[in-house]
């Protein structure tokens, strides 16, 4: 996907730029190829973004850590503001208060918006965060294996048996 010179967007016909995409994107690690369409609609002083795409991930499950397939859809939108200030480098302070009004994306007005960092940035923000192959995943299986009967009846890992056998060495 190409870059999109912000001021040329103001030319275009409703001031809209509609880009397909049907591509792997760099970074996105994905079974098929990203594919849907990104808006951008130039608004004066600010841009409205806007994604309708699906893929297919695969994921690992939090509680039994198998891999599975899951299909990864987005349908969103984003204002981003033309600012002219935007992108400077600013000698900050490493540790500094933020309020929310800068918690906002802006671009400069002159300048460039990538749409495949754009549509990388939302796809990343659409993978769930909880994943589960199942929704009764009943997670790892716990080995039942006991060491001797003189020990107790509850399961031991195999990896504690080195220090299971220190600990029987010492008095006690």
Request: include cysteine; charge should be negative.
């Amino acid at each position: 996907m190409d870059a999109i010179y912000i001021p040329q967007l103001t030319q275009a016909p409703e001031r809209t730029e509609e880009v397909q995409v049907n591509e792997f994107l760099p970074g996105l690690e994905t079974l098929t190829p990203v594919r849907g369409h990104v808006r951008v609609q130039h608004h004066g002083n600010y841009l409205q973004v806007s994604s309708q795409a699906e893929t297919i991930i695969t994921c690992t499950c939090n509680r039994c850590l198998q891999q599975y397939n899951r299909r990864l859809g987005l349908d969103t939108k984003e204002i981003i503001w033309l600012d002219e200030t935007a992108n400077q480098a600013n000698d900050l302070p490493l540790e500094r208060e933020v309020v929310m009004e800068e918690l906002l994306e802006s671009l400069p007005p002159d300048g460039y918006f990538y749409p495949n960092e754009w549509l990388y940035e939302q796809m990343w923000l659409a993978v769930p965060q909880r994943q589960l192959c199942d929704r009764n995943c009943p997670g790892i299986p716990v080995s039942s294996t006991v060491e001797s009967s003189e020990s107790s009846e509850t399961p031991v890992d195999h990896r504690w048996a080195s220090l299971e056998a220190l600990k029987k060495q010492l008095p006690g």
